[in-house]
């Protein structure tokens, strides 16, 4: 679930923050100003929450500048530039957003019990993934620099993070991954200010345990997730995703071996369901997208095109269905007609959450 599109977009504003802070020294220079309508344009395509982190360019204005006004019209001109470039991505997103629109975004008439419950998942999520000796580190650098540079990378941390709350209800934290970078040059800053009286040989000695200390819950999270990712200390909604609920993927591989071990009869198509979860289309299309006998056919079980397709392919052969969760469920075994339904396993999560369903469609073929 974290291969996801996260990572770009945290990289895309990390370039979008050099790019300001270059460009306010030297308002007239067209490379920066190029290099932020790029780096604002490709997060927009990464993804569309782009929009509650590019505030910080023009926020860039509180650091010294001479020409801060000359800076303010080229930020202004560079991100009306993006969105114009990234337009496709935003219509898309306006044309099919219902979906995301109903989970994500906050309802004004809501009372303010949804603000609270998403700064609580924000303070969850900060203190496992950010941690708190890095928060630490964070206010002492800002506290001990004192000048605009900081506290411009300050606000630019904190202010996507209230945007979030005000406007969103519960999100994944991997939506405040781009706030990172401003947080992590924030703390290099404080530590090197604070080494900078030291000697050179004493300074990167400190400057090197500093950073360790800092480190040392991360680190301690990182060495949880390779060894036993169930012990690592997740917030409660990212324990339910990564570990122990449905969209986990539990029961996935397993799931990719049996239809392995199908194939050994000859080539096979299977049909997997995308009207639940995605969980079994992407993983196992990550799974088996290289096995050369099974062809992996993704299609909503609940719409008669995709079950008249599997009944005409099992009326050739014998294929396979496999069914995620679903909200409502789906009797898939007496929507298919003509045909005969086996249901060959159940991949269930302990506890009853999950529960995938291999089914053959159609008659066996002769071993």
Not at 66 to 79: D, E, I, P, T, Y
Not at 144 to 170: Q, T
Not at 233 to 242: A, E, G, M, S
Not at 255 to 279: C, N, Y
Request: aromatic letters at 8%.
């Amino acid at each position: 679930r974290l291969a996801l599109s996260d990572g770009f977009l945290a990289a895309a504003i990390a370039g979008v923050m050099l790019s300001a802070r270059v460009l306010i020294d030297d308002p007239r220079r067209f490379g920066p100003w190029f290099g932020l309508v790029a780096a604002a344009a490709l997060a927009i395509v990464s993804k569309v929450s782009a929009l509650l982190f590019l505030p910080a360019v023009p926020m860039a204005a509180i650091m010294p500048a001479k020409g801060r006004r000359a800076f303010l019209v080229a930020s202004a001109l560079a991100l009306a530039t993006a969105l114009a470039c990234s337009s496709p991505m935003l219509w898309f997103f306006a044309a099919n957003s219902g979906e995301i629109v109903a989970q994500h975004l906050a309802d004004p008439n809501l009372p303010g019990a949804a603000l609270w419950a998403t700064l609580r998942d924000i303070a969850g999520w900060l203190h496992s993934y950010f941690g708190i000796p890095t928060l630490a580190a964070a206010a002492a650098s800002l506290a001990w620099l004192r000048d605009g540079r900081a506290l411009w990378l300050g606000v630019s941390f904190a202010l996507p993070l209230a945007l979030f709350a005000l406007l969103s209800e519960p999100w994944s934290a991997r939506y405040i991954l781009p706030a990172l970078p401003p947080l992590l040059i924030l703390i290099s800053g404080g530590i090197e200010t604070a080494c900078a009286r030291m000697n050179s040989g004493r300074a990167s000695l400190a400057a090197l345990a500093l950073a360790f200390a800092i480190s040392l819950q991360g680190l301690v999270f990182g060495v949880q997730l390779v060894k036993d990712p169930s012990t690592a200390p997740f917030p409660t909604d990212d324990r339910r995703q990564l570990v122990s609920g449905w969209p986990a993927g539990y029961g996935v591989r397993e799931a990719a071996l049996r239809l392995e071990r199908e194939s050994d009869a000859g080539p096979t198509i299977v049909f997997v369901d995308t009207g639940g979860t995605r969980t079994l289309s992407t993983s196992l299309a990550v799974l088996l997208a290289r096995h050369p006998r099974l062809t992996l056919v993704e299609g909503d079980f609940a719409t008669s095109a995709t079950r008249r397709a599997i009944a005409e392919e099992a009326g050739k052969r014998a294929v396979f269905a496999i069914l995620g969760p679903r909200t409502p469920g789906l009797d898939f075994r007496s929507l298919i007609e003509g045909v005969p339904v086996e249901r060959i396993e159940v991949y269930e999560r302990p506890g009853g959450e999950w529960a995938a369903t291999l089914f053959r469609v159609g008659v066996a073929s002769p071993r």
